[in-house]
Every structure is written in structure tokens, then in C-alpha cells.
């Protein structure tokens, strides 16, 4: 199998500043292809609410980013996003297109969460988080979805969880949110597959990234234990079925490979990659 296998093809990856989508959008580069990166960076950190967990890279790591991108030889866009804007995603869209003149890969990675009882959890946290996880996978697909068909070439996929199949105590938001982006993954895998264009979800368990370990620091906090971030995160590791965390290129490598020619007749398919954890 040829390493630049997706020469010629042009990407987006939403969350492509850090963790799992920076892995991602690497790998794509790796492989030859045209990468656009968005992320809500810190100077944007204004627009998150207080309790919620989302991870803002510093604005330098999309500078950072694209020089490791264009490396490999390929163009990059890399500029800051937010999803639950539709001005943001229509104006990153935009340049893109005017780069690179297409997308053929859309990888929706951005996301994030919230740690709340579902008795008192307030309405701005909910909407938050299902404009993030859902509403924002929604917007990137329907601008990039047409252009696909029409081209006979495309393929997305979205960054669901194992969250997405198993329900998780004072995790309501998180886990309707990602259940809801299987169901428009099989819509639009379904709508695209007479056209050439395949759209999965891959459902990743634990891993070591930016978002995931503030995600422990707010745990820690909200359970009032007292314990380090290392020893709290030590004793979830050894609770799993490989005693580790997943390292984002592990599950870049399978978004990567989903994107390949011969991996057109996997569509509408929700993938755990999660060291046989089922959370």
C-alpha cells in the first residue's frame, strides 16, 4: 500500500490543534494530503462556560501545527473555529475552499463535556455541549457533503465515544449528544453511499489527551478527593483491560485508514477503539 495514498485529496479536521485531531491531521499530511486545521484556541476561551470541559490549545499551536503539516509537503489552512458558530464554520469553509478548491475529507473532531447531575443540570451547559458535539458535526457535513457527491469522492468521519453506547452517571449532555452523532452518521452515510462518499464513527475509550486530563483535574475537583491528577488517572489505567491510555496517533492511524480507497465498503459504522473497555 502506497504511504501517499491520499495525494491529491484535500481535508478538514475540526479540533485539529490538539489531541486526537492533531494526530489526525498529521497523519492525513503523511499521507498526502491538503490539511485544514481549526480549533477554539485560548484567545477564544471566552466563549466556553465555566463548567464546561473543552480543551483551548494556545493560539500558537495552530502555527505549530501547520509547520508540521506542510512538511510532509503538502498546502495547510490552519485558522481558530468554533463550532457552535455558524459565522466560524462558514468563514473557515470558505477559506478552505479557497485554498484548496475542495474537500474531500471531512474529520470532525472537536468536542467536549460537561459534569453534572441531570436533576439540576442547567439548560446553557445542555445546549453547549449538544451544539458542540452534534449541532457542530451538522454544520461541517452539510457544507462538505454536496461538494463530495458531486465530485463521486468523499469521506467523513466523526469522533463519537464509547460514551455514545453506554451511558455514563453526570455525563447526560455528553453522552445524548454523542448517541445523536451516530444517528446522523448513518443518515449521511446512507445518503452518500451511492455517490462514492462514506461516513463512519470512531468511538475512542480513554486517551492521553489535553481535553482527557482536565477532564480528571475537574473530577478530582468536583469529588473533593484528595489525590494527584498522575495517581488519580494511574488507578483509571489500571482499571482497563490494557492498563494504559490510548495514545491519539492509535486512533489517528484508524481514522487514516478509513479514509483509504479500499476502505469505501466501510460506511455507517460505529467503531470502539478502546482496548476492549466498553468505557
Given at each position: ?116 447531575l441531570i436533576e439540576d443540570h442547567p439548560d ?156
Amino acid at each position: 500500500m502506497t504511504e501517499r495514498y491520499l495525494a491529491g485529496r484535500s481535508a478538514w479536521v475540526t479540533g485539529g490543534a490538539s489531541g486526537m485531531g492533531r494526530a489526525t491531521a498529521l497523519r492525513l499530511a503523511k499521507a498526502g494530503a491538503d490539511v485544514a486545521i481549526g480549533s477554539l484556541v485560548q484567545s477564544q476561551r471566552h466563549v466556553a462556560l465555566p463548567d464546561q470541559n473543552v480543551h483551548t490549545p494556545g493560539d500558537a499551536a495552530l502555527h505549530e501545527t501547520r509547520t508540521e503539516i506542510e512538511a510532509f509537503g503538502v498546502k495547510c489552512v490552519a485558522l481558530p473555529l468554533d463550532v457552535c458558530s455558524p459565522q466560524s464554520v462558514n468563514s473557515f469553509f470558505d477559506a478552505a475552499m479557497t485554498r484548496f478548491g475542495k474537500i474531500d475529507i471531512l474529520i470532525n473532531a472537536a468536542g467536549s463535556s460537561a459534569r453534572k447531575l441531570i436533576e439540576d443540570h442547567p439548560d446553557d451547559i445542555w445546549h453547549r455541549i449538544v451544539d458542540t458535539n452534534l449541532n457542530g458535526a451538522y454544520r461541517t457535513i452539510r457544507l462538505c457533503f454536496p461538494g463530495m457527491v458531486e465530485r463521486a469522492w468523499g469521506r467523513i468521519v466523526n469522533f463519537g465515544s464509547t460514551a455514545a453506547n453506554v451511558g455514563y452517571e453526570r455525563h447526560s449532555a455528553y453522552c445524548a449528544s454523542k448517541s445523536g452523532l451516530l444517528g446522523l452518521t448513518r443518515c449521511v452515510a446512507l445518503e452518500g453511499a451511492a455517490f462514492g462518499v462514506s461516513c463512519n464513527a470512531v468511538n475512542p475509550g480513554f486517551v492521553a489527551t489535553g481535553s482527557n486530563y482536565s477532564a480528571s483535574q475537574q473530577e478530582i475537583a468536583i469529588a473533593g478527593l484528595d489525590i494527584s491528577v498522575e495517581d488519580y488517572r494511574a488507578k483509571i489505567a489500571e482499571g482497563l483491560p490494557q492498563k494504559r491510555f490510548l495514545d491519539p496517533d492509535e486512533v489517528a492511524a484508524l481514522v487514516a485508514f478509513l479514509c483509504r480507497e479500499e476502505a469505501f465498503g466501510i460506511s455507517a459504522e460505529s467503531i470502539n477503539i478502546a482496548m476492549g473497555s466498553q468505557w
